[in-house]
């Protein structure tokens, strides 16, 4: 078999059909809402601003310097080699972005500005690959405005972290933006009102964002897109609200306010058009929840003339007997995407993908392991988005992907041997996090460690199917395939019977050894709401310490990040007795903050 | 109109889940077997020697202790159940056949067995699997279930039989009730029925939570009462109205309509007769096990079935059945809380009234909606809204 790269470079090279007459009339109407805005801007309060915030500046330098003045030798030395730790200083109320880049001592901050550099380049280089349709696609869409901060979100996550801890979570991170890049220029290209490349999309499969890729492996010809993922979930966690006016366009039109956020601002995006139009066909999936499940409708809605295929998978997955009806869905659904591209399911690179995906488990569960012990190395929300981006979308799929793995794997090993912390200064408490979690919109993990020094070991939807996937036998493997699917993240725990999530917390808890267990309430996931009695109860009763933080996901008005931290300040003051690692984190404004 | 014989016997059948009928059969040593999803075949539970009971939650008062196991904002209808099953209201089921259809409605199932609301020694909660859609190979999967996750489990703990003989004699006595519930809710076409929607709708629970052999006899009566009960000289509502939507077991709720001068000729809700009381057709050539389940998967309007067809299945006949029993308009109602039905209703309410010309009332209503005063003012409201249309239409004034 001919050794592919990945992605092929002739998606990138498929011919444009931009339609320019239309192109022009947008550019007209975006100069006119330019125009508008202009002339409703209020220049006097836009300029105060300015001063005010050129004024706070000036104060905030002189109170670091005469911080730095105050301070012993040592103490100097000690700002000049591990950086600074008051990161709460870093915000400032109102602002969009933090007031400067952390300082993290000589070293790191070299480290992370290269990093820094790395990105830039990799983003440029790969816009670069087609510059006209993946700029003119911020004409068409807000979201990818927000995509422009993708590197302030970087920075948000890998805050306060030092020595190969951070390395590492740059490693990861990186990967999963050059994923992001690479789709978003795919996105523009084939979006019809952009790109519009006829060649492009007739290989293009979307699936759902729920949707896990592996299935794509079969099919190496083609290019499969996780078709709301940019413009509506990944996009959320870097800006938390992109997603508000996706949330008040289906409200409107008649969704209850109670459902989760995450299918209703799927709904949305189609109701304001901010999703492109694109694909040759489109995989949905009653995965993983009744809300999921019931959001296809608005899609086929929006574009009859995609065709749709249902994946749906059994919500019992833990019976045995259930097994062939999922793998016989699986069948079908390749026989849909067959009939609909006119690719042929290739079962060599099936297996070879398939293999990679295997090692990379293998290397996921090392991580487990380092983490289970006193000296766990590899944690922080790089990490946790890394295990979510490689188990649900690249699936083995890059072969890039796996030399990630080697190198943070050598890395986590030597930090282990050297016994490094993974925050420094920074580890008082073994937290895991469990329910559907808002760490990325609100930066919770990051924060929690460096606040309080809670360093959260695992996450619920961390903790998936990690059986090798077979590879010789081809029935076995679509039945294989089938339990990976039924166990995606969040589905397997929230489907197939409360033990899943229940007494599997308890498990998780002993295994791992933790001390504070991050409950999340998603104040609109009726899985999770309708064990809350229960989960509680159990807590008690077992003498855990469970912190229960109330959210909406990617919608902040309900509840607000500083709402979400006053939970932990409070718990951690009142229960605990405890005294914050950083006391400037413990109270800060964010509301307006990527 | 006059009074129906049975009625108010029929109204005080459904005020308690453990009605007199239900103790009856219990004392000849019957089994009683609790559901509450469509996808449970009503008839695998009416075996020789068990029967089924459709649960609700009838006089619902405060419900602070299911929503402390299941928080405020999850499905009214499951935390009731949860009240009512801590309460010992279900004590006297033998067993509880659930679904994993809908999360809430199981998480329901899943407390009745952690908080051990019944502790008879042979007490089963069995859950079952449900497909999404309808393929050959989702029906084999729903004939493997009701046969490994219910059948086996009835035979197993009380030694019923299951043989495909035993589900031929529960389908004629179950074709019977159905066969006599069409014919009665046909009646609801006519320009002045016989019958009104809450009288149909008595009728109609009484067969879902009462044992068929007990409950038959009465049914039997009131069609016959029927066919020669005259109506009022004139119509008595002011528009006629189809009912689409979530789970409603609360005919105080098609009261609260009818009082509005609105009369339901269409139930097509969960809980109600469209689907829910159509003969099942048997053939020879097949085990009845299998037809009986690919006949509930065929008619069932589910909104938890997302295949483009069963999609467009569920549009469609919302309009037939509207047209049929000559509808003025639909009430696409959901249970509060109630993710299917959330997002079909606020999608098909817009289709059905802008693409397909229906005048459409779109509401989510609590559990217990008897009591609401803000669901009278909308369903005043669509009366009115029905009348002036007809005026409109009628070129004017009357």
Known sequence: MAKLKYPNPAFFRAKN????????????????????????????????????????????????????????????????????????????????????????????????????????????????????PALNATLWYRWMISYMCCVGFMDKNTMGQRGTALKMSHLMIYDIFRYVAENLVFLAKCDKKNGNSEELNKKVVLFDEMTMGQIMAGFPDLLGIPYQLMPVFLVSEIDQLTCVPYIDAVESFGLPAD???????????????????????????????????????????????????????????????????????????????????????????????????????????EKWEVNKTDHPQIIGPCYELFRKWNYEMDGGADPRTIKTFEKVNKLMLQAYERREEAWVGKMRYRGIVWSCPAHYYANFSNWLANCWGIDILVEMESLNFTKPMETEDKEKALQDLARLYERMVMRRHTNGGYHNVV?????????????????????????????QGILDEQAREKNYHMIWIEHDLMDPRTVSRKTMRDKVNEYMRTVMKAEPVDPTLCDFDDEACM | MRDLKHLIYFENLLDNADNELVEQAKAEGQLALGYTCFHIPEVLLNLPGCFSVRLRAPRTGSIDIATYYMSNYTCEFARALVER???????????????????????????????????????????????????????????KQMRIRLLDVIARNYGIDTSDAAIRQAVKEHNEVCAILTEIGKLRKAENPVITGYEYHVLNLVSYTCPKAKILPY????????????????????????????????????????????MVVVDRYCYGSTPGREVIELNDDEPALDQICRHYMQVSECARYISDEKVQQRRDTADRLAREYNADGIIYEQMKFCDFWGFERALVSHIMSTEVGWPVLSIDRPYNARSSGQLRTRFQAFVESLEIKRIQKNGGNK
């Open chain 2, 219 to 262: 049914l039997r009566q009131t069609l016959e009462e029927l066919k020669t009960r005259q109506p009022d000289p004139k119509p008595w509502y002011r528009a006629r109205v189809a009912v689409v939507g979530s789970e409603i077991d609360d005919p105080s709720l098609t009261k609260m309509l009818e009082d509005c001068g609105a």
């Open chain 1, 259 to 365: 459902t989760c956020p995450v299918p209703s601002s799927e709904c949305g995006a189609l109701v304001i058009d901010a999703l492109p139009h694109m694909g040759s066909c489109f995989i949905s999936s009653s995965m993983p929840c009744d809300g999921s499940t019931m959001a296809s409708s608005y899609m086929s809605r929006r574009f009859p003339d995609l065709p749709v295929f249902h994946l749906t998978f059994p919500v019992r997955y833990e019976y045995e007997e259930t097994v062939e009806d999922a793998a016989e869905d699986i069948k079908a659904c390749i026989r849909f995407v067959e009939e609909k591209t006119g690719a042929k399911w290739n079962w060599d690179h099936y297996f070879a993908t398939m293999k990679r995906f295997n090692q990379e488990t293998a290397y996921e569960l």
């Open chain 2, 85 to 143: 099953g801590i309460e010992g209201g279900f004590n006297f089921l033998d067993g509880l056949a659930g679904v994993d259809a809908c999360s809430m409605m199981n998480r329901f199932y899943e407390h009745f067995e952690l908080l051990k609301m019944n502790e008879k020694p042979n007490f089963f909660v069995t859950h079952t699997d449900m497909p999404y859609k309808v393929e050959d190979y989702s029906v084999r999967h729903y004939v």
């Open chain 1, 17 to 132: 059909k931009m339609d320019w007459k239309a192109q022009g009339e947008n550019l007209k109407e975006i100069g006119g809402i330019v125009g508008q805005m202009l002339k409703e801007t209020d220049w006097k309060a836009a300029f105060q601003k300015t001063v005010d915030n050129l004024k706070a500046d000036g104060k905030r330098v002189a109170e670091e310097y005469a911080a730095v003045k105050a301070m012993t030798k040592d103490q100097r030395l000690d700002l000049l080699k591990n950086g600074e730790k008051h990161l709460g200083k870093l915000y400032r109320s109102g602002a969009m972005a933090t007031v400067r880049r952390e300082w993290r001592g000589v070293k790191d901050t070299g480290v992370d500005f290269a990093e820094w550099l790395k990105m830039w380049g990799m983003l440029l280089g790969t816009f670069s690959k087609d510059l006209v």
């Open chain 1, 503 to 531: 007494d599997e917390l308890w498990r998780q808890v002993e295994a791992w050894r933790a001390e504070i267990i991050i409950m999340y309430q998603n104040v609109a996931c009726k899985n999770m709401a309708t064990l």
